[in-house]
C-alpha cells in the first residue's frame, strides 16, 4: 500500500504506524457526568467495511500525524491530510 | 582549551581510507564521514513563520525551504526535515557555536537544539550512488525526480534516514549516531559490488 | 555429441561444454542448455519420483510450471530443494539430485505404493489415518512425512548473500515475448522510465523457440532487435531472470532477480538474488500463455510432454525428446511440433487429433482424427500408445496439447477473480483498471498479430499507438477435451500432487464441490506449481461432475506467490547480525575498556557488568554495588530517552502529558514525573528538569523512549495543535552518566568548570547547565536513581568517552568503579523503585504507590479514566516489597503469591513477584511485588509458588523500600 504524506510524497506503507479511527473526539470536559463520552472515547470504535478515516504516523519519514481515508476492503487510500488540519477541521465541524 | 581536535567521531575506527570491493575500474561510489560538523534542529513557533523566514535570510542568507528542499549559503545549508523543522548544518565552527548564533538570532521565533553530535553525517557520490540507495529508500531518486536540493526523511536498512542529494551527484545520508556504526556497515556491504573508495 | 542432441539449430554454443552431475552421475551440456534441456539431450527422461505413488516421472514442460522435473541443486549450505530442472540455467560443475526416492530413482521402493493405490484417493490421509487417535503424531504422520514428500532442506547455513531493492517506473512490462517487446519498445521510444522483467534467461519470451516471422525477419532476430535498441536506451531497465511475483495495493510489485544463481558460486561481493519491489504508474502483463495436458492414461510417463515444450526443447536447445515421436492434440497449435520436429530431421509417427473436423496442416504427417490415447505403455520411457480403437502406435515420446491457459495469476492477486472466454477455452484476467493490463495471450489473444498489435496499444503512455510490424499468423482453434474417460491407465490431473481424473467427480459425490473444498480434499493445484497446468483440466472435470458450467465452478483464489520464493530472498541483507540494526552508546568504548559485558535493551546495547578475573554476573554486579554504596560507581545511564520541549507552552503541554504538574517547576530543578495512558494505566515515568522558562528536558525509560515520543506527537499534532510547543529527541546527542555515591561530589568536584558543589549550589533535584573539563558543554542534575547521594552528568556525545575517562581518573583515589545494568536494577530493588516489570501495562499510579501525585486541578492524559470504579477498587493488586523468611531462599520474578496455607490455584492467586535481586548489602534475595490489597498486608507471611520451577517458600511483605529506609544516603 502507498500512501501519500502532503509533506513526503507518496511513501510505501512500511513507513507508517496506524492507530486506528480518526473519527473520535476526545472530550472536552473532565466533569464526572461524562464518564460515558470517555468510554466511547477510549474503548469504542467502528470497524466499518469500506470508507474509513485512521490515523497514521509517518514514523519512518516527517514524523507528522495523519488522517487517511481507506477502503478497508480494497486498500484504495483516497485522500490524505495531516492530523493537524483534521483537528482543525473536526473543530469547524462539531 | 577545548577544540573541535577533541571530538571523536563514532566512525572513526569503521571509516578507513582505501578502496573496498569489486575492482572494476573507477569505484561506484566514494564514501566519506563528515566530521566535525556543527548540526543545529530548528523549530519554528507557533505563527512564526514569516518572521522566522525572514530573519534566518538577513542572519544566514537564505530563506526557510520549502518541504522537502534543502538550501545553502556561504557558512551553512539548510534542510527541510518534517513540518516547521530544519536542519542547519555548518563545518568548521567551535563547539557550540552555531547553536548559539541561531539562538540568538532566533529568539522568539524558532526553538534551537543543537545536534551536532546526535546525528552522524555520511556522504556518498558516484556513478552508481543511485543503485546503492534504492537497495535501503523506497523514495525515488530518479534524477529527473528527485534532483539537487531535494531532500527527504525516510528510512533505509530499518534506521531513520535524513537523505540531501547535494552538489550534482552526492548525497548525505544523516543519521542518529548511535546506529552510524551499523548503518555504515550495511552501506558498505550494499557498495561491494560497485566498488567503493572511503575516502 | 549425446544421442539425442539434435545435430544443427538450437540458441546453444557447442563450442563450450559444461560438465555437470545428476545423482552423481556425470554428464555435459552446452552453454544455453537448462538442467532439464541438457538431460533430455543425454537421453534422461527420468527426472523424479511422484509424491504419493512414486511414479517414474520426466520433465514435463520447459519452464516455470514444472511439477515433476524437481530437484535438488547444489549441495551443503547452498542446496535448494524443489527447484524446477527446466528453470536451471546449466553451468560447469552445477550439481543436482533427484528427490523423493529411496534408495534411488530407478529402484524406487516407494513405489510399493502405486500397488496400493486404491487407498491413496482423494481424502486418503483423512479416511485413513483416523483412528487410534494417538497414532497420529508418532506414527502415521512421521511415515507419511517420509514417503510423501519433497526434497530436503539444507541443514548449513547459507553461504551467500542477498539483498533488497527498489525500483520505480512508468511502465512496469512482465514478460518479453512479442506483446511484452512491443509494449517495452513503444513506451520507451516515448521517454517513458520503463522496466522490462522476464523470469527466463535470455530474453524474448516465445521467439525464443517458435518459429516465427515478423517484420520481415525470423521471429527470434526480430526480438534481438528490439532488445538490442531497448538494451541502448537510458530511459529502459532490462530484468532477465527475473520473476514477478505478486501484485500488491498501490501498483507495487514484488519481484526476485537470480542475480547469480546461472554461475557455480557468487562472487563474494554480489548477491545470489535480490528482492525488489517495483512501484509502477502503470504495468502490462505480457506474461503468455500455458499449455495445457490432458487427461489420459499414463499422462505421466516419462517422454510424455506438452506438444510447445517438446518444440521448445528443439529449437532452442537442439535437443530431441525422441527418435520417433507422435502427438496428441485437441487444438490447431499441435500440429507446430509436429511440424517443427520434422524440420529438424525428427520422425513424427503420427498426430492424434480429438477434433472431428480437424482441419489443421499436418505437413506430411498421418492425422488420426477423432482419436483419443487411453493409455501409454512404458515404464521409465514411452514404448508406445494405445487409442480408444485399441490401436497400438510404438513412439519413444509423446506431445500432448490439451489448449492454452492465459498466465492470469498476477491480475488476480488483489482479489479479482478471472473470466472464463469460450473462444479460447480458457480463464482471461478480469478488468482490475487502466493501471495494470494484460496484453498478447496473457490476455487471451493467442495469434501473433494480436500479440503485437496489443502489446503497442498497452505500451502506448501518450500519443498514438504505432504501426506494428507485419508478421504470419498460425492458426488457433480447439474443441475443448479434458479428460479421455475410456482411459485405462491412471489419467492425471495434477502431477506435483499425484491427483487424479477419477479423484474429482469422488471428491464432488463426498461433498467438496466447492472448487476451493474440492482442491484441499484431492491436492489438485496445491503446492510449490500450485497446478499452473492442470487446473483448469480439473474446474472443468468438477463442472461436469457437479452438473455446473465451468464459469460456475470458477477458480480457486490466486495469491502471491506465482513460483516459490527463497527464504533467502525475503530475509535480504537482514540475517545474522544485521537482523536488526545495532545501537551503540557514545559510551561503548569506554565501557568496552573496562571489560563491559553488553545486554540487547531494544537495539541498544548496554554494559550489563564489568567483569574481573574470576567472577560471574553476579558476583561482578554484587561488587559493583558494594563499591559504589562504599565510595563511588559510574554508570552510562546514555540510553534513556532525552526530548528538548520548548515554546510559549511547552510547561502547559507537560501538564497535560503528565499527572502531576510541571508548569510550577522552578527554572533550575529536576522533578519526578508519571505519565498515564489514556485508560489511566500507567505508561511511563521518569525525571524532567526545567532549563529555561520555555525551555524542559524530559527522560524517558529506555524502553518507552520512541513510544513516548510518537504519543507527544499525537497529543500535540492531533488533540491540541494550538499550543505553541516544539520538542525533538536529543537522546543521541547526549553521554549521560550516573556518577553515585558518599564520594561522587567529591569525584565531580574534580572536573567541573569553576563550581563549588555543595547543598546551597547544588541541593538536591538540581539541575543546571555547566562546563566541565575546562570548556566540554555540559548539564548537571542531581537526581538518584541508586538511592545514594548521586549526580547524572551529560555531555555532548563526541566528548563522551573523553569525559568518562576524565571521571574514572577523578575518582581512582577513592576507588571509583564502573556498573552496569545489574547493578542498577539492585539498587533499585533495594530502594524500591519501580522500574519496567512494575510499569507493565495494568498498573495505576496508585498501585505503584503514587496516587498522590495525580493532580486534581488539571485535564490531563488519562485522568478521567484513572478515575473508574475498577481502577479505584481497594482490593487491586498493588507494589509491595517482599523477603524470604529463611533468609537462604532465592526469590525468583513471576512466582506467585498465596495466602499461608492456601493451596495453588487460579482462585487463590494473591499476586505475583514482580522484580528481584541479591542485595549484597542485606545479604538476601530481594523482590517487589504487586498483591492485592498488598499496602494494608506489611508483615504479612504469604506462601510464594513458582510452579515452573516447583519452588514452594514463605515470604514477607513489606514495604518496597528494603534499604536505607530514611533516605539518609541520598544527603549524605
Redesign the interface.
Known sequence: ??IKCP?????????F?F?GD?DVK??AT?D?S??DQ?FD???LRDNPKGRFNE?V?H???????LVITRDTQ????FGCV???D???KQGAVR | MLSTAHRLSPLSDAAIQGRFGAEKGQPGVTLSVRHPVSIVTVMVRKGKAKAFSATLKEACGFNAPA??QSLSGKRAAIHW???DQYYVVAAGMAEGTLYRELKESLAGLASCVDQSHGRVIIQIAGPKVRNVLAKGT??DLHPLVFGPGQC????MAHV?VHLAHVGTDGFELSVFRGFSESFWEWLTEQSEEFGYQIG | MTAFRLARGGRIDRNTSLGFKFDGKGFSGHAGDTLASALIANGVHLMGRSFKYHRPRGVISAGASEPNALVELREGGRKEANTRATMIELYDGLVANSQNRWPSLDVDFGAINSLASSIFVAGFYYKTFMWPKSFWEKIYEPMIRRAAGLGAAAREPDPDKYEKAYAHCELLVIGSGPAGLMAALTAARSGGRVVLADEGSALGGSLLFENEEIGGLPGHDWAQGVIAELEGMANVTLMPRTTVFGW?????FGAVERVNDHVLAPSPYEPRQRYW?I?AKKAVLAAGAEERPVAFGGNDVPGVMLASAMRHYANRHAAAAGKSVAVFTNNDSGYRTARDMKAQGGHVEVIIDSRKDAKADAAGVPVIRNGVVVNVKGGRGVSGIELADHRHIPCDALAMSGGWSPIVNLACH??AKPRWDARIAGFVPPDVGGAFTAAGSAAGKMLLSEALSDGATHGTLKGRVPAIPKCRDEAFALTPLWWVKESTGKAFIDYQNDATAKDLPLAAREGYKDIELAKRYTTAGMATDQGKLGNVNAIAILAEATGQTIEQVGTTTFRPYYTPVSFGAFAGPFGGHHFQPVRKTPLHDWADELGAVFVETGLWMRSSWFSQEGEDWLASASREVITTRAGVGICDVSTLGKIDVQGKDAGVFLDRLYCNTFSTLAIGKARYGLMLR??GIVFDDGTTSRLADDQFLMTTTTANAARVM?HM??CH???W?DLDVQYVSVTEQWAQMAVAGPLARATLQKIVDGLVLNDETFPYLAAKEISVLGGIPARLFRISFSGEHAYELAVPADYGNMAARAIMQAGDSFGIVPYGVEALSIMRVEKGHVAGSELNGTTTASDLGMAKMMSAKK?YIG???A??EGLLDKNRQCVVGIRPVDVSDRLRSGSHLLKKGDPPSMANDQGYVTSVAWSPMLNMWLGMALLANGRERHGEIVKVFDGLRDIHMYAEICDPMHFDRENKRLHA
Open positions: 500500500m502507498l509533506h513526503c510524497g507518496t511513501r510505501p506503507v512500511e513507513e504506524t492507530l480518526a476526545r472530550p473532565t464526572p461524562s464518564m470517555w472515547y477510549v474503548y490515523y504516523h514514523s519512518g519519514g516527517c514524523r507528522a500525524w480494497t486498500h484504495e487510500v495531516t492530523a493537524r483534521w483537528a482543525k | 518541504p522537502c526535515c518534517g513540518a523506497p523514495v527527504a526523511v525516510t528510512q531513520g | 500488491y495495493d498501490g501498483n507495487v519491489r512501484v488483489r482479489g489514556e485508560d510518537s506527537e499525537f499534532q492531533a488533540l495543535p485535564d485522568r478521567m479514566m478515575g473508574r
